[in-house]
């Protein structure tokens, strides 16, 4: 009736959640807070893989070097208020052995923008300018730039 499944789930004592076995590994990239994708990567997959995936499943036609993912990294001493944000490889290094070595737990990466643009119409899809205006308007909103001509 049923075929025999190669691999077994693993669930997990604490967390619940599942892997699909030590060479298969779920990723979740988020926009901000929102989930954008699930990725089910290899360990030698790579970010640009990923990304290549988020554009087929998105219908994206922009070219991507403006934007990248990064993940939150894992403090040097015990205090969570000084983890810093890292940019990921895209290429070269596989995504699972650069969060194993240095990301916190849970292991997670964001759509950020890489590169800003001075001319919005440089963005050939209307899906990708929605992502960039609402990444942008999420670091004005976190205060990672400064107004210029406003200091007195």
Request: aromatic share 12%; charged share 25%.
């Amino acid at each position: 009736m049923f075929a025999a499944v190669p691999k077994k789930l693993k669930l997990g004592k604490k967390s619940g959640k599942y892997t699909l076995s030590d060479d298969i590994y779920v990723l979740t990239v988020y926009a901000g807070e929102v989930p954008l994708i699930q990725c089910t990567l290899r360990n030698d997959s790579t970010a640009a893989q990923c990304m290549k995936y988020l554009r087929e499943r998105h219908q994206l036609r922009q070219n991507w070097e403006l934007f990248g993912f990064r993940y939150l990294q894992r403090p040097t001493i015990p205090d969570p208020d000084r983890r810093q944000w890292r940019w990921v490889e895209m290429e070269g290094k596989p995504l699972r052995k650069q969060l194993d070595k240095w990301a916190c737990k849970p292991r997670q990466v964001h759509l950020a923008v890489l590169y800003h643009t001075p001319n919005m119409f440089s963005l050939c899809d209307q899906t990708a300018r929605s992502l960039y205006y609402a990444l942008l308007k999420q670091d004005v909103l976190q205060g990672k730039f400064r107004s210029v001509g406003m200091e007195k």
